[in-house]
Nanobody, 122 residues
Framework: QLQACGGGLVQAGDSLRLSCAAS???????MGWFRQAPGKEREFVAA????????YYADSVKGRFTISRDNARITVYLQMSSLKPEDTAVYYC??????????????????WGQGTQVTVSS
């Protein structure tokens, strides 16, 4: 199971940190975040492998968002800075074992958190 928290209402330019704690005994090669805005498809935000030695980002968040993980706590974080109104969405944490070239495909992730709302006002 994945439990995400940390969403909220902020103003443009503000920062916010999401966290997602995993429980259970299932190993997944990657943990990551997707987001879904009203009327839009779920889109990839960021991913990090178990080793934590690389990170992957959508172009729209690169340089503003940072993904990290704490394997001792089986927790993944998403530090979001310089938030924009277009970042408004429900953010979902996820875990799975896609290939590196398929990280952006949500259907390749087997585990999903319940989602946490992030709203950025202008």
């Amino acid at each position: 199971q994945l439990q995400a928290c940390g969403g909220g209402l902020v103003q443009a330019g503000d920062s916010l940190r999401l966290s997602c704690a995993a429980s259970g005994r299932t190993f997944s090669r990657y943990m990551g975040w997707f987001r879904q805005a009203p009327g839009k498809e779920r889109e990839f935000v960021a991913a990090i492998p178990w080793s934590g030695d690389r990170t992957y980002y959508a172009d729209s968040v690169k340089g503003r968002f940072t993904i990290s993980r704490d394997n001792a706590r089986i927790t993944v974080y998403l530090q979001m800075s310089s938030l924009k109104p277009e970042d408004t969405a429900v953010y979902y944490c996820t875990a799975g074992s896609p290939t590196t070239g398929s990280l952006r495909d949500p259907f390749l992730y087997g585990y999903w958190g319940q989602g946490t709302q992030v709203t950025v006002s202008s």
